[in-house]
């Protein structure tokens, strides 16, 4: 439905050149949902703005559909208001001197979506029962709750049925609570209408719990596309292990098994560990390890039998509720660890951590 | 988040292969019309360039450097630069001193009774400067001035203690008649400031007087400065009100040193067009400067974008026990800049001719010359041509300053740098060398298409007005475009709107109240304008303004006030009827949230 | 249609034979008639201070008097120089004239016609003995020597010495123009930005002499004042005397009886300026606009135009404004100069063109102001 091809996008400032995404491909398949996931500056907005027409590339190829929209070499340039997308800003973007209603029917009436008159109604109507505002319609947008507002920006986006829908960052600027129902009712909803759509968010959460597929975005880079599973469970970068949930980080190098371990440990500031490598890791490389918090496993008595097993002092302790959050320090290295919230533990506790060996990523260097 | 990058990263041009892009994408409309009101100033600027080149007219003569000798030979050269710095600075300092507590008070204050304080505002802009000047001299005068007899009489003076005929005079008269300039100039950004910084500054537990002068004021810097320099530019190119309080002798300065070269001395049809041409150029010298610093400020802006966002409530700053000191303000100001004129205008048309209020005076009071009110009007013409003059140069103004602004704010064009500063141009320029220009554009226009229908058509004079008021406007069309958040207009784009639907449908709309205001404003100040008419109207094209200033030219200065006094009071009831019709001006509140968000 | 009849009947019951004779007959006035007729339009300028009510007035009477009914367009904005100017530089541009006849001074009067905008009236010795056989009987007045045939007068502003009662009594006054640059009168008196005036007081001092005395005024440093500011600011007392024209005296006492404005003669010598009609060479409407060159110089304008202008026509000398001029100079004992009454005159004039003259106008405007 959407492919991207190598996109690049710069910016002119007095500094010079400033490169905001720096060739990206991707493609969205018939009524799936992908999120650009990264942090702020990392060029997912740009691109999400690319693929809308707001902005020109400077170079690459997009298609929607089949058909081309940007062609750098051919100079084929859709203007926006022909490329038939539907899209939701961060800010909603609701016109404030127009009613729901007018807001909505707006790509009907003046936009490049005409409709006959008494269609209009009926379309607009049945886009705001889409979002649950059907009630509302008469009312000036300025009037509507900031949840109110997302949902007629989201009907107006719908009203003339896209092939694609593009988000950007729609649920920022909601509160906590909020978000999370909106979360849920949107994801219902693209379901329902099996629309492709191109998701923009630096909220690790959101992009999980919405997503078919995530693509990590840092620095006008895409570093890892794959399933919500594939980019939590198995991070290919440390940036993307980092920026998708929590994670501990220790380099060092591989070394041959030791102690009847027919597999190679790596040597790290904790000590020997072992780990599953990859056949690409050869022996003597640098690498980096990467395990999340919840997989480390805390004791509170000696387990000397176990591998990956090392001590520690639990240096602080902050208690979340559903589960305890702790940092440890086992030599110069200081882990993130987190445990049951109803385990007796104190501050200053001395422990045993142990980190399972297929929890542990080991990742090249970087 | 990226989004705040991206318009401030946009902000130093582009490409040029990506500038024929954004043409062929949809703002060609736009970038027509801005370039093709630039190219008319930059003509007429040129002809006024070469205007200053020539000892006659200058499609008759050679180039010469002759007017600059003359002027920079000049003996009172420095005198007259020194002179016209210190009546700029004067001007600004006074404007200043009532404009900017004004614009916070009426702006951000629960101070009651804005609505008619800002309309008061507004219409002493159609009041006569030389009124203005004539009630001053009749309070200040040494020998007459009712406030320095008091004055006298109290202290037993032998001297009076003011003299109106100095370059104070003329600063502190220009300064009440700039003031409301500055206020509207501001008025925009002081209502757009987030109150939620200030209430920041509150919860910190700064004071009220700590958060005007540490939060308010530095966020408002830019646009002060902006207000700085537009005064400062308008108060050197005045000239009524030196004219008439010692301007053309001891107390020169550069626009009635313009006055006496254009000023053909009567018996003589030699006009000095190069001489005022140097000296318009000199008053465009220090405001071209000015204008640099200006946009140096304008660079910083986003520094101060605290403009819209969501969660935008504008909240009035409860003034408490020192709400009667500020009305006391307001009203001082309005006393000194409305009712004064006002009351010597009154007092002026019911009288056969001026005298000091007296007794003897108070006997002659009549109300003749309101009776004859539709002879001093001119008849059907005037009316009709006066109608056209005003609402043609508003609507002109309006659309060329929305497409410029649309260029220098909504577009990344490498060239909306140069717009803007040309747009600016104008300012620089005294109106009357624009109406030199134009009559001379005039006459080659009549030469060369003799079917075009300009020379000595009301069109002349409204070309003349919208250049003269294209600067003024697009600084508040710049400033409300500005304020729309560019997804309001993505949105529509997106919607499958084509650039000039989304202009007329949604940013228009938008920016509704900005444009009523800019076009009420300038509708006054057309209205009002007469120098330029003056040098353009043939027998056809008769407009209001220059039927009064023929009044007061012959000495009929009665029927002159009575015609004033009828003029203001319908533009005052047609300002409230604007109000009405378009949500209340004056009321912070009609400020739309222009963020999309709640 | 009707009203045409109207008007031609009423002209014809006004001014009975003439009338007819005119409108009937196939003299060339007749035929200057008739094909201002069939032009059907006039666009003129007319002294501001007529005004709009005036105008109106002066252009009716003039259908009237010769039974025409077209549209007039007149312009009432002053500026006459500036016009002046204007035309000089829509005639150099071989553009067609704004106006078709216009008014001003002979001075500027010359420029135009040296420019070669200015028509001159052929027969005008014949035509003026038709249509205006008063002004006929004064025509080296009428149509003066240096513009004659080209310009032709229908008033003459009378420079004279104007003062508020209440501030200063009649015999402080000073007598002459000389008297003026005596040092009690500094800060009682304006001067206007202009020279116009001073320059003729060549016509009755010696050049450097005159210099001398002009330096004696700016020396006080006077206010530089427009005449109707000044004019305002002495009633109110702020100035006590200044130089200006007769107009504003008769227009505010014609207001208001009581007015504190009274004028008094400078004995050495009383400027006067001739206010003549041109018609514009190219002019859409040439006829009509001789017709009403001409026409503006008789009695029946004059009538109109001392009702609201408050303008003497000194050539005519009948008008009630005029009359009362004339005796307040008789009895003053003093006699009214202008540049245009002779060839002598005229001759200073033209010198002043020269660049000697220039210079010396250049330093009599130095002398004005600065005293210098």
Not at chain 3, 233 to 256: C, P, Q, S, V, W
Not at chain 3, 294 to 310: D, G, H, P, Q
Request: charged share 20%; with cysteine; net charge positive.
């Amino acid at each position: 439905m959407l492919r991207v091809k190598n996109l690049r996008k710069s910016y002119f400032m007095s500094e010079g050149a400033v490169p905001a995404v720096q060739g990206i491909s991707f493609d969205i398949d018939e009524g799936v949902f992908l999120t650009l996931l990264g942090p702020s500056g990392c060029g997912k907005t740009t691109t999400l703005r690319c693929v809308a027409g707001l902005e020109t590339p400077d170079s690459g190829e997009i298609y929607i559909g089949n058909e081309p929209v940007f062609l750098d070499g051919k100079g084929i340039l859709v203007p926006p208001f022909r490329r038939g997308v539907g899209m939701v800003f961060q800010s909603y973007a609701i016109w404030p001197h127009m009613t729901v209603f007018e807001n909505v029917a707006f790509p009907l009436v003046h936009g490049g979506f005409k409709a006959p008159k008494a269609q209009v109604k009926e379309r607009v109507r049945k886009a705001l029962e889409l979002v649950g505002l059907a009630a509302q319609e008469n009312r000036p947008a300025p009037f509507l709750s900031g949840g109110q507002q997302q949902r007629v920006s989201l009907a107006r986006a719908l009203v003339y049925e896209p092939k694609l829908l593009l988000l950007d960052e729609p649920l920022s600027n909601l509160d906590a609570k909020l978000r999370e129902e909106m979360r849920l009712e949107l994801r219902e909803l693209v379901k329902r209408l099996k629309i492709s759509t191109l998701y923009v968010t630096h909220d690790q959460e959101e992009a999980l719990v919405l997503s078919d597929q995530i693509a990590v975005m840092s620095e006008g880079h895409i570093l890892q596309k794959g399933s919500p599973r594939e980019i939590y469970l198995d991070p290919r970068h440390p940036f993307v292990a980092n920026f998708v949930g929590n994670a501990n980080f220790i380099e060092g190098f591989v070394e041959p098994g030791k102690n009847g371990h027919p597999d190679f440990v790596v040597g790290t500031a904790l000590g020997q560990m072992s780990c599953r490598l990859s056949s690409e890791i050869a022996k003597g490389e640098r690498v980096s390890l990467v395990f999340r918090p919840e997989d480390v496993v805390i004791h509170t008595t000696a387990q000397s039998s176990r591998v990956n097993t090392f001590p520690g002092i639990i240096e602080r302790l902050i208690f979340l509720g559903n589960r305890i959050y702790c940092e440890i320090r086992s030599g110069a290295f200081l882990l993130h660890g987190e445990t049951n919230a109803r385990t007796e533990i104190q501050q200053g506790a001395n422990v045993f951590v142990e980190i399972p060996a297929d929890y542990v990523r080991v990742l090249r260097a970087q | 988040m990226e989004k705040v990058a991206d318009v401030s990263l946009s902000s130093s041009g582009v490409q040029a292969a990506k500038s024929l892009r954004e043409i062929i994408s949809g703002n060609s409309i736009a970038v027509f019309f801005a370039w093709a009101a630039c190219a008319v100033i930059l003509l007429l600027t040129t002809l006024i360039l070469w205007m200053s080149f020539s000892r006659g007219l200058p499609f008759e003569s050679g180039f010469s450097p002759d007017n600059y000798a003359e002027v920079f030979g000049s003996e009172h050269f420095w005198t007259v630069v020194l002179n016209t710095v210190g009546v700029g600075l004067g001007t600004v300092a006074i404007s200043i001193f009532f404009g900017v507590p004004l614009a916070w008070l009426l702006n951000r204050t629960d101070i009651p009774m804005r609505s008619l304080f800002i309309t008061m505002l507004a219409v002493t802009v159609i009041m006569p400067g030389l009124v203005k000047a004539m009630g001053w001299i009749m309070l200040l005068s040494p020998q007459v001035g009712l406030l320095n007899r008091l004055v006298m009489g109290i202290f037993r003076l032998r001297e009076a203690p003011f003299d109106i005929n100095s370059l104070w005079g003329i600063s502190f008269i220009q300064g009440l008649m700039l003031t409301p300039s500055m206020f509207f100039l501001i008025s925009g950004p002081m209502r757009s400031l987030d109150s939620a910084l200030e209430e920041a500054a509150e919860v910190v537990g700064a004071n009220r007087l700590k958060i005007i002068v540490w939060i308010t004021s530095p966020m408002l810097w830019p646009a002060i400065l902006g207000g700085i320099i537009y005064i400062f530019m308008t108060a050197i190119a005045m000239f009524e009100v030196a004219g008439l309080l010692g301007g053309l002798s001891e107390n020169r300065i550069l626009a009635t040193e313009i006055f006496l070269a254009v000023q053909p001395f009567e018996g003589s049809s030699e006009i000095k067009y190069g001489v005022a041409g140097v000296y318009g150029l000199l008053i465009m010298a220090p405001s071209l400067f000015a204008l640099f610093f200006y946009f140096q400020s304008l660079k910083q802006a986003h520094r101060y974008a605290v403009i819209t966002g969501k969660g935008y409530k504008p909240k009035d700053f409860p003034l408490g026990s020192l709400r009667y000191p500020a009305i006391l303000f307001v009203l001082f100001y309005l006393a000194l800049a409305v009712f004064l004129p006002f009351a010597v205008l009154l007092w002026a048309s019911l009288l056969p001719s001026l005298r000091m209020p007296s007794v003897e005076a108070l006997s002659l009071v009549s109300f003749k010359w309101y009776s004859e009110i539709h002879y001093l009007l001119g008849g059907f013409d005037v009316m009709r041509n006066t109608l056209l003059l005003v609402v043609g140069s508003s609507a002109l103004v309006l659309f060329f300053s929305f497409m410029i602004s649309w260029v220098v704010v909504r577009t990344k064009l490498r060239t909306r740098r140069l717009v803007d500063t040309i747009s600016m141009l104008p300012h620089a320029i005294p109106g009357i060398g624009f109406a030199f220009a134009l009559l001379i554009a005039g006459i080659m226009t009549a030469k060369w298409f003799p079917w075009v229908p300009f020379y000595n058509t009301v069109w002349i004079i409204i070309a003349g007005n919208v250049l003269n008021r294209l600067s003024y406007a697009t600084r508040i069309t710049n400033a409300a475009l500005i304020q729309v958040q560019q997804e309001l207009e993505d949105a529509a784009l997106i919607c499958g709107a084509r650039k000039w639907v989304s202009m007329l449908r949604v940013m228009m709309p938008l920016i509704r109240p900005s444009l009523v205001f800019a076009g009420l404003w300038t509708a006054l100040l057309v209205f009002r304008e007469v120098s330029m008419a003056l040098l353009l109207i043939g027998p056809k094209n008769k407009v209001l303004a220059t039927q009064l200033w023929i009044l007061w030219r012959q000495g009929d200065l009665s029927q002159a006030s009575a015609l004033s006094i009828v003029l203001i009071l319908i533009t005052g009831l047609l300002i409230l009827v604007v109000q009405r019709a378009t949500g209340k001006i004056g009321e912070p509140r009609s400020l739309p949230q222009l963020g999309g968000g709640g | 249609m009707k009203a045409k009849i109207l008007a031609v009947l009423f002209a014809v019951a006004a001014f009975g034979n003439t009338a007819v004779a005119l409108a009937q007959g196939d003299g060339p006035l007749a035929r200057l008639i008739e094909a201002a007729r069939r032009e059907d339009q006039l666009d003129l300028t007319i002294t501001s201070s007529q005004g709009e009510k005036g105008g109106k007035e002066l252009t009716d009477a003039f259908k009237k008097r010769f039974g025409l009914n077209f549209t007039v367009n007149a312009d009432l904005s002053g500026q006459e120089s500036q016009k002046f100017n204007q035309a000089v530089a829509e005639t150099k541009s071989g553009i067609p004239p704004t106006f078709d006849v216009m008014q001003g001074e002979p001075p500027v009067v010359l420029d135009l016609i040296q420019a070669g905008g200015i028509e001159r009236i052929e027969n005008w010795e014949a035509l003026l003995q038709t249509v205006s056989p008063e002004a006929y009987k004064v025509k080296e007045k009428a149509s003066p020597v240096g513009v004659a045939g080209y310009g032709f007068v229908w008033a003459n502003r009378v420079t004279v010495l104007m003062y508020n009662p209440k501030a200063i009594p009649q015999q402080e006054l000073p007598k002459t123009w000389k008297d003026l640059g005596n040092p009690k009168y500094r800060g009682a008196f304006t001067i206007p930005p202009w020279t116009t005036i001073t320059l003729m007081g060549l016509l009755n001092y010696d050049k450097d002499e005159w210099l001398e005395v002009v330096r004696s005024w700016g020396k006080l440093k006077p206010q530089v004042l427009h005449y109707a500011a000044a004019v305002e600011r002495m009633m109110i007392g702020d100035l006590k005397f200044l130089e200006t024209n007769t107009h504003y005296y008769f227009n505010h006492k014609a207001k208001d009886p009581s007015a504190p404005i009274e004028m008094s003669f400078f004995s050495d010598f009383t400027p006067t300026r001739e206010v003549a009609y041109v018609v514009r060479k190219g002019a859409k409407h040439p006829n009509a606009a001789k017709l009403f060159a001409l026409w503006a110089t008789t009695e029946e304008a004059n009538r109109i135009f001392e009702k609201y202008s408050v303008i003497e026509n000194l050539s005519l000398g009948t008008g009630p404004v005029t009359r009362k001029t004339l005796e307040k100079l008789r009895q003053a004992n003093v006699k009214p100069v202008s540049w245009f009454d002779n060839q002598q005159s005229l001759e200073k004039f033209l010198w002043l063109g020269t660049e000697e003259g220039r210079k010396y106008s250049q330093a009599i405007a130095r002398a004005q102001r600065e005293g210098k």
